[in-house]
């Protein structure tokens, strides 16, 4: 009986510190970057819609520095690499904008979102051709994504992200 509390006793003392190393201060660190970051993003885009376009450039900034510190203790996510695309893109530099998209699509060739964005980019840059091959990834996903790049391309709608 022995044996089997003092079994016990270890087991539980084992799992207590499998579950406290799983909430370092590392991993919440990272993850509340990217969700601040993310949460900036949203905010951004509100007031890019209302032309208030400072306060959008405050929010991307502030956000693209997060999605950089959560991308170098956790690289090569491919959700961080888009944000990063995606920031970097809205506050002017389209070069290490899509080097980031590109860096994401490596990990996950079919992320819509990436996938979208950089069509958008392409766009943007006068890359048609490049846009329309975004376009092909993303025709068989049933998304959003496809919908919103396509009326880019054909012009029935303007870039808003």
């Known amino acids: 009986m022995k044996k089997l509390i003092y079994t016990l006793l270890i087991i539980i003392a084992l799992t207590n510190n ?3 190393a799983g909430t370092s201060s590392d991993t919440s660190d990272d993850s509340s970057s990217y969700k601040k970051a993310y949460n900036l993003i949203k905010t951004a885009k509100k007031y890019e819609k209302k032309g208030k376009t400072d306060k959008a450039q405050k929010r991307y900034a502030k956000a693209q520095k ?3 510190k959560s991308n170098k203790k956790k690289p090569l996510q491919a959700d961080t690499l888009n944000y ?3 920031t970097t893109r809205k506050l002017g530099d389209y070069e290490k904008g899509e080097e980031f998209y590109l860096q994401g699509l490596q990990i996950e060739p ?5 996938n979208e964005y950089l069509g ?4 943007t840059t006068n890359r048609m051709d ?3 091959e975004r376009l092909n990834v993303l025709k068989s996903c049933n998304c959003k994504e ?3 790049l396509k009326e880019i391309i054909e012009g029935t709608k303007k870039s808003k992200y």
């Open 18 to 20: 499998s579950f406290s």
């Open 66 to 68: 997060l999605l950089l």
């Open 84 to 86: 990063l695309g995606f």
């Open 110 to 114: 079919n992320h819509s979102g990436i």
């Open 120 to 123: 958008e980019l392409y766009v």
């Open 130 to 132: 490049l846009a329309k």
């Open 146 to 148: 496809y919908k919103q």
